[in-house]
């Protein structure tokens, strides 16, 4: 027995699948980072799929940001987005979610020497480092610097209104929440140690977002230019080596 309903319907169907097979894949990963020749063709904020070949030549080095972590490529050679990693580094990739700030202890002895980026999460902002600071909903905001050999008093200051509050950090101490009573909103704020003329200007820019999805929130951060929380989250990366597949 043959089928004999509407060909309406079987036309309907069969450009539904064809409009399905010719559409685009979704792109699985974002560069954040690109130099060399290779920057003319992959530039900051191109998105890849994870089908994409990439070649890498000589002086190339290409940084994305992926649903499960940062990848970054260095040496010449072949490389499909989506492949196995083949790791040539011990770099554990958190996409920026490895934690507060800590002292940490060996031997019982706090470690408090200065720490890098890698050890900031995207919401605590560096209090040290001017520019935009991005804000999104369900998000709390809480202040990081990166050296706590000492104990040090903050001043933080609304330009808008000239309204401010003071955050005490204890030796050993990298970061400190957001004072409750003092709402981080959009605006220019001003950042100064107690009793210094040195001050840092930051700009809360309120971004909507899905903080959860990792190519959201980068693609975000890097079209507001809020540099210094895209270095905390893609600080941890993991190195991946060519493919075998030819040069």
Excluded at 100 to 124: K, L
Excluded at 131 to 139: L, M, P
Aim: overall charge negative; aromatic content about 6%; some cysteine.
């Amino acid at each position: 027995m043959f089928y004999t309903g509407s060909k309406s319907v079987l036309y309907a169907a069969a450009g539904v699948a064809l409009a399905s097979m010719a559409a685009p894949a979704m792109a699985d990963a974002l560069v954040t980072n690109s130099s060399g020749a290779i920057a003319r063709e992959y530039p900051r904020g191109t998105r890849l799929d994870d089908n994409q070949v990439i070649r890498l030549r000589a002086g190339d080095r290409l940084t994305v940001l992926t649903s499960s972590g940062t990848r970054q490529y260095s040496r010449p050679g072949r490389y499909r987005i989506g492949a196995a990693l083949r790791v040539a580094s011990s770099g554990v990739t958190t996409n920026g979610r490895n934690g507060v700030a800590r002292t940490g202890v060996s031997r019982g002895v706090p470690q408090i020497a200065p720490i890098s980026a890698a050890n900031r999460t995207v919401w605590q902002m560096d209090i040290n480092q001017a520019g935009a600071f991005c804000i999104a909903d369900n998000e709390p905001v809480s202040l990081w610097r990166s050296n706590a050999s000492e104990a040090a008093e903050v001043v933080i200051t609304r330009t808008a209104d000239g309204q401010s509050m003071t955050v005490r950090f204890p030796v050993g101490q990298f970061s400190h929440s957001w004072p409750d009573n003092f709402a981080a909103g959009s605006g220019t704020y001003m950042i100064a140690a107690a009793g210094s003329d040195a001050h840092t200007h930051i700009d809360l820019l309120p971004i909507d977002v899905d903080a959860e999805d990792p190519l959201a929130l980068g693609s975000a951060l890097l079209s507001n230019e809020c540099e210094v929380q895209l270095e905390a989250y893609t600080a941890n990366y993991e190195t991946v080596e060519p493919d075998g597949s030819g040069g």
